[in-house]
């Protein structure tokens, strides 16, 4: 049996299109379905990832929440003011009251601020209360009166009771 030109061609030219043709009818349909799972997983992962940056964020600063010592209220109060003067708030007085004993687990100490902002720095000043490594404070009531004098126009003058948890280590 002699190969000539034409059956060598055949011989070769017969594979790829076998090839080819399980290809397109075998293969081609599983590599689109496996792009849709693998977008799917990806999808997941990134819900995944989401939800496991959560966690961590809430477990970090939920360990971060502590009642403050008596001799960690000043530390507290400079922390306050610190983060409430870099978002803008101008702190006219801070007034701490007397310590009460009213739970035998902790003590709360009312802290009275007037304080002065435009209404974005206020709104970031109380959303950031429960964002304080050093002490656990909740605010009890606020009065808000918007300025209309001269420069001070637009600004709120803004009297705040905060409430700060204190450890009863006695």
Avoid at 40 to 52: F, G, L
Avoid at 116 to 142: H, I, M, P, Q, V
């Amino acid at each position: 049996m002699e190969l000539t030109r034409e059956k060598i061609i055949l011989l070769i030219v017969s594979p790829i299109i076998l090839g080819l043709g399980l290809f397109l009818f075998l293969f081609q349909p599983r590599i689109k379905e496996l792009k849709i799972h693998f977008l799917n997983c990806s999808q997941t992962e990134e819900e995944v990832n989401n939800v496991r940056n959560l966690v961590t964020a809430y477990k970090s600063s939920s360990q971060k929440k502590v009642f403050a010592s008596e001799q960690e209220i000043s530390n507290s109060i400079d922390e306050l003011a610190r983060k409430g003067k870099a978002m803008g708030i101008d702190f006219l007085s801070i007034t701490p009251r007397a310590k009460e004993n009213s739970n035998p687990e902790y003590q709360t100490m009312q802290v009275e601020m007037e304080i002065e902002s435009n209404y974005r720095a206020l709104g970031a000043f109380l959303g950031s209360l429960d964002k304080l490594e050093r002490s656990f404070l909740t605010a009890r009531g606020f009065h808000v009166v918007p300025r209309h004098d001269g420069e001070r126009k637009g600004r709120l003058r803004t009297r705040l009771t905060l409430v700060m948890y204190l450890a009863n280590l006695g």
